[in-house]
């Protein structure tokens, strides 16, 4: 399906997040359309378990919070309709540990794929706003103008 995506994309280059997810999807998707850069984005899994951790939901509207840097007035409670936010089981510190864990068994042999094949930059810290900055150098250096993606999110946590 993802290759079938690409072929019909309408510019030569294309950035997929979340794919590949394994080494033979890789070595597929290279076969096909070969790899010009990939971004690995290293943070620490304290930093990460934090921020999701810190996350919180009114389930009515889907408006997120997050303790750590977008917190309601009141403190668990939305603050258009004053109904109670609730953590997402998935958010929940032991199961972000348990999803981290997972991601990074399944990721460590992609990252060591793309190393190999030399088109493999990373970029370690804990700051978006700064990781950013590096990433779109990286961009420009490879010769792809990045551009500003349409929005579809309704909130950021």
Do not use: C
């Amino acid at each position: 399906l993802v290759l079938s995506s690409i072929a019909t994309a309408e510019s030569p280059h294309v950035l997929l997040d979340g794919f590949p997810r394994t080494v033979p999807q890789a070595e597929a998707l290279n076969a096909e359309w070969p790899v010009e850069l990939t971004l690995h984005l290293d943070v620490p899994f304290d930093t990460i378990v934090e921020r999701i951790a810190g996350r919180w939901v009114h389930p009515g509207s889907g408006r997120v919070y997050n303790t750590a840097y977008s917190s309601p007035v009141v403190e668990g409670v939305d603050d258009e309709t004053g109904e109670p936010l609730v953590q997402r089981d998935d958010d929940r510190p032991e199961r972000v540990r348990a999803r981290l864990n997972t991601y990074q068994d399944m990721t460590m042999p992609l990252v060591d794929f793309f190393r190999e094949q030399g088109v493999l930059s990373t970029f370690r810290g804990t700051e978006s706003d700064k990781i950013y900055v590096d990433v779109r150098q990286a961009l420009l250096d490879a010769g792809l103008q990045p551009r500003p993606a349409e929005d579809t999110t309704t909130a950021h946590a």
